[in-house]
């Protein structure tokens, strides 16, 4: 499903008694409200974090692989708000690192490009940026 530019989803941590459910929406009351329904104990978002719906999948399966040692069951944790708060932060800042870095890569294949379609005179003229 493609994404409006700047949309927003959430990564959130919903706790119920030990347990905090771990995972991604766009509209967090209307998640509650379906975790809620057949649940005989009471939810409540432990915390949430916006981020770009762009990235929200790569940064929730960041967070489940760094809680894994906490993992009871499907995205459900034995693990306290703090370490999750730790796990988001860690995930968006790997996450970050490595989109930046594929974009470098990207630049640098791209002037490659450039410059050979110049060597061999295709008629594209330019000059490489002084740094």
């Given amino acids: 499903m493609l994404q409006e530019p700047d949309a927003v989803s959430?990564?959130?941590?919903?706790?119920?008694?030990?347990?905090?459910k771990v995972g991604s929406a766009r509209n967090l009351a209307k998640r509650l409200l379906q975790l809620?329904?057949?649940?005989?104990?009471?939810?409540?978002?432990?915390?949430?974090e916006p981020v770009s719906a762009h990235y929200v999948i790569a940064i929730e399966r960041r967070i489940h692989a760094l809680l894994k040692e906490w993992h009871y069951r499907g995205e459900s944790y034995a693990v306290d708000t703090?370490?999750?708060?730790?796990?988001?932060?860690?995930?968006?800042?790997?996450?970050?690192?490595?989109?930046?870095?594929?974009?470098?890569a990207y630049a640098e294949r791209s002037e490659a490009r450039l410059l050979a379609q110049v060597s061999r005179g295709n008629g594209v003229e330019t000059r490489r940026a002084e740094p």
Avoid: W
């Fill in 36 to 48: 809620s329904i057949g649940n005989p104990f009471k939810l409540r978002i432990a915390i949430f």
């Fill in 10 to 20: 959430y990564i959130y941590g919903i706790r119920c008694l030990r347990f905090i």
């Fill in 82 to 104: 703090r370490t999750v708060r730790r796990a988001i932060n860690q995930a968006r800042r790997e996450i970050a690192a490595t989109l930046m870095a594929a974009d470098d």
